[in-house]
């Protein structure tokens, strides 16, 4: 059966069939999804019970893992449940034990349930990221994804304007910091120090541009701490506008991939007495390509 993909929203997102994730694809295979992820920027794939071997080598399949010295989380290198190249989102703890409400660590976690984009505190941000669902909850804890073309095309002119030439400064500190967990250590402040990336990107293939935002972000360069924070918060809520947002609800062996370069998304609350085990593979992208020339300069 040849590979279809069913759009999930009038704007974007899609399901898709007639794939099996876990033996390699075909050329034209890669070929189909990398269309169907530039069209719908997220891709849902149904009843694919992958383990961490067969999710690495299919996410191989549409470029390089993203690959970083230094962490993106405050896992330490002995707490890690997981291989190198799976990032655990999990509620577990090395020993397979639901993380305490009071550990360090939950408080990290929740930070993800702010919308964002994957590695946009990173000087090179995410292309996809790829969820795999090994243990789903039966209440809550389902991810939600913003079309960021479709927020930015929306944007009234004068707002759209002022935008295209905006750099913002992006560190999980100011993620972190929105949710008031701030107990961060010397090493993981230098490590989570604060990159540049443009407000604006262009889609690298379809040349389309999208508002780069995240909860990352906390400071537009040359704009007052207050100003920038006012008009991030501001433009977030005209993004997650319901009509431009996915809900993705949940089952065991689901797989779901998105193009960070065009969509924010965040995960709900759930029962955390209750085990979720969900792994991530993310590959690498490339800088973000600013709106305007007078964006590249400045960045
Ligand atoms: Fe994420």
């Not at 780069?212 to 006012?230: C, D, K, N, Q, Y």
Request: proline share 6%; hydrophobic share 40%.
């Amino acid at each position: 059966m040849p590979i279809s993909i069913r759009p999930l929203t009038p704007f974007f997102a899609g399901e898709v069939a007639g794939v099996d994730c876990r033996r390699p694809l075909e050329l034209g295979e890669v070929a189909a999804i990398e269309a169907g992820m530039d069209r719908y920027a997220v891709l849902v794939f149904h009843d694919q019970p992958l383990d961490d071997e067969e999710q690495l080598a299919f996410t191989r399949r549409f470029g390089a893992l993203e690959n970083y010295a230094t962490p993106g989380n405050i896992r330490s290198p002995k707490q890690q449940r997981l291989r190198p190249g799976m990032a655990d989102f999990s509620n577990l703890d090395n020993d397979g034990n639901i993380i305490s409400a009071e550990d360090r660590l939950w408080f990290f976690k929740l930070g993800d349930r702010l919308w964002h984009s994957d590695s946009s505190f990173r000087p090179i941000p995410a292309k996809y990221s790829l969820l795999s669902g090994r243990i789903v909850p039966s209440w809550g804890a389902d991810t939600e994804f913003a079309d960021m073309r479709a927020a930015y095309d929306a944007l009234d002119p004068r707002t759209r304007a002022i935008v295209d030439d905006l750099v913002c400064e992006h560190s999980l500190i100011y993620s972190r910091g929105a949710i008031g967990f701030t107990d961060l250590s010397a090493e993981e402040k230098a490590a989570f120090a604060p990159v540049r990336q443009p407000l604006v990107r262009t889609h690298p293939v379809t040349g389309r541009r999208s508002l780069f935002l995240a909860s990352h972000a906390g400071a537009i360069v040359g704009w007052t701490i207050p100003e920038a924070r006012m008009f991030l918060h501001e433009l977030t809520e005209h993004a997650t506008q319901r009509e431009f947002v996915y809900r993705h609800k949940w089952s065991v062996g689901d797989l779901v991939m998105w193009d960070n370069r065009q969509t924010m998304h965040r995960a709900r609350r759930f029962d955390r007495n209750k085990v979720r085990d969900v792994r991530r593979t993310t590959l690498a992208g490339e800088a973000a390509i600013p709106a305007s020339a007078l964006a590249e300069k400045a960045a």
